[in-house]
């Protein structure tokens, strides 16, 4: 408060009878604040309702209708986002199983592709039809000819 005098009235009675914005008094009008002094050629300062809502708006203030109103916008927007988020949440959950369906669909594909060669290599068709072993190419004996086993040393300092 600017002073002790300030006081709310119900109408603007002394010199100007209007508010420091030019406000005047109005049938049913709410009360107004007499700031309790009075300015040299201009009379006593006082602040109507609406004059005081008028401050209050260039200074960012909401009336209370107003903030009503945002309040109900911010509500709503926060519940679809609180929708939006639990609609995200159930997909995240179900990464996992995703993720292992799709590594199973993998190891399926790979052992399949792996059967699939092991059976090209194995089964062949002869100039009959009659399947046969492929042959590699390569001989096939004991390793080391007809000779036995190599013989242990028998020294003994070793």
Known sequence: MPSGKAKLVDYMTLFPQT??????????QEPALSLGYDIQD????????????????????LSPKEYAKEVDKLISELEEAKATIVGLQEQIDQLPMAAERMMENVRN???????????????GKSNGGEAVEPDN???????????????KSRRADV
């Open 42 to 61: 201009y009379g006593h300062v006082y602040i109507s309702a609406f004059g005081m809502a008028w401050i209050a708006e260039q200074f960012g203030y």
């Open 137 to 151: 190419g390569a001989p096939v004996e004991a390793a080391g000819g007809d000779d036995k086993a190599p013989r």
């Open 109 to 123: 594909a790979a052992i399949a592709a792996v059967t699939d060669l092991g059976g090209l290599a194995r089964v």
């Open 19 to 28: 508010d420091i914005l030019g406000y005047g008094n109005t049938e049913g």
